[in-house]
């Protein structure tokens, strides 16, 4: 099974800042097919379920703010939220869907400073 | 609108039993491989279950294989879980969710239910 772990668990940014959260899988989610990286990041807000923000680690979903973007390959990955909104508030999950089980990152709470 | 309703929790006895179901609306089930996520009070998401769109491959996760049963109709636009067995530590919202559908090995969830809570207690 593939371990996805998430760093830090949580953090503290100022309105406007730049989060950045990590994610790295214990075997490479890389899909040497079509050279994408099986990766995804999702934003869950307190009550709600989560919403779909970045496919094949760095494509963003439909109607996602530009401030939200995804880098990395292989095994390391990282979900920047460039300028930090009030709105942004939320727990955010990476998960790999190269293989079953479609294991998740432990999330990270990203807040308000 | 397409959305994903689900139903069928409660409180239950350890040990006993109980049908989730999840159904689509505003899209065709029948295309897409759905699954079950779950997640427990204050924790993180855990992933349950898959099932294909004609149901020939099915995957569980190994904390509820042997328990847990997830089955689809396509003709209703339906999907489910039957849960026996049922433990404490499967107190949870369960969710179902939409994989996407493009190509390659796998998608990412694009759609996701509200959840229906349930909770395993005596």
């Known amino acids: 099974d593939i371990v996805m772990t998430q760093s830090p668990d949580s953090l503290a940014v100022s309105l406007g800042e730049r989060a950045t959260v990590n994610c790295r899988s214990s075997q490479s989610v890389l899909y040497r097919s079509n050279s994408k990286n099986c990766l995804a990041w999702y934003q869950q807000k307190a009550g709600q379920p989560p919403k779909l923000l970045i496919y094949?680690?760095?494509t963003r979903e439909s109607g996602v703010p530009d401030r939200f973007s995804g880098s990395g390959s292989g095994t390391d990955f990282t979900l920047t939220i460039s300028s930090l909104q009030a709105e942004d508030v939320a727990v955010y999950y990476c998960?790999?869907?190269?293989?079953?089980?479609?294991?998740f990152g432990q999330g990270t709470k990203v807040e308000i400073k | 609108e397409v959305q994903l309703v689900e139903s069928g929790g409660g409180l239950v006895k350890p040990g006993g039993s109980l049908r989730l179901s999840c159904a689509a609306s505003?899209?065709?089930?029948?295309?897409?491989?759905m699954h079950w996520v779950r997640q427990a009070p204050g924790k993180g998401l855990e992933w349950v279950s898959s099932i294909s769109t004609s149901s020939s491959y099915i995957s569980y996760a190994d904390s509820v294989k042997g328990r847990f049963t997830v089955s689809r109709d396509n003709a209703r636009n339906s999907l489910y879980l039957d849960m026996n067995s049922l433990r404490a530590e499967d107190t949870a919202v369960y969710s179902c969710?939409?994989?996407?559908?493009?190509?390659?090995?796998?998608?990412?969830?694009?759609?996701w239910g509200q959840g229906t809570r349930v909770s395993v207690s005596s």
């Open positions: 998960q790999q869907y190269y293989t079953d089980p479609r294991s």
């Open positions: 505003g899209f065709t089930l029948s295309i897409y491989t």
């Open positions: 094949w680690a760095s």
């Open positions: 969710a939409r994989e996407g559908s493009r190509p390659g090995v796998g998608d990412a969830f694009d759609i």
